[in-house]
């Protein structure tokens, strides 16, 4: 992919993997900011945590969408509680370790097999 503006620093870092913890609203909220907090990053707004009503969209992709804003940009989840999957999007404009982010989510949501995860 071409960067078609390389003077503006950006790092995506997009964790994908199957999860065994219990998973909730709050947990998911406590997360979003542990993470930041792990990486340095800092918010300036709560954690915003969706669950869509029952009815809403497909039952197999039930489950919670998240957001919390940080001051250089946000931390995105998304979360299938049927399949028990987790996708983790961190978007920042300072730089922070990808490989710390990866080992933070695999042990707040106990994941124990592969993690896909893609930066760029």
């Known amino acids: 992919m071409r960067d078609l503006a390389?003077?503006?620093?950006?790092?995506?870092?997009?964790?994908?993997?199957?999860?065994?913890?219990?998973?909730?609203?709050?947990?998911?909220?406590?997360?979003?900011?542990?993470?930041?907090?792990?990486?340095?990053?800092?918010?300036?707004?709560?954690?915003?945590?969706?669950?869509?009503?029952?009815?809403?969209?497909?039952?197999?992709?039930?489950?919670?969408?998240a957001f919390v804003p940080l001051i250089d940009s946000g931390i995105s989840m998304y979360v299938w509680s049927g399949p028990k999957f987790l996708s983790v999007l961190v978007y920042s404009c300072k730089d922070f370790d990808a490989g710390a982010a990866v080992a933070f989510t695999r042990a707040r949501f106990a994941i124990t097999g592969e993690t896909a995860t893609h930066a760029f």
């Open 6 to 65: 390389p003077d503006i620093v950006r790092r995506r870092l997009l964790i994908e993997g199957h999860f065994s913890a219990a998973t909730d609203a709050a947990r998911i909220g406590d997360f979003l900011l542990g993470l930041a907090a792990h990486l340095d990053l800092r918010t300036y707004g709560a954690p915003v945590v969706f669950a869509p009503d029952d009815g809403m969209g497909r039952g197999v992709n039930a489950g919670y969408d």
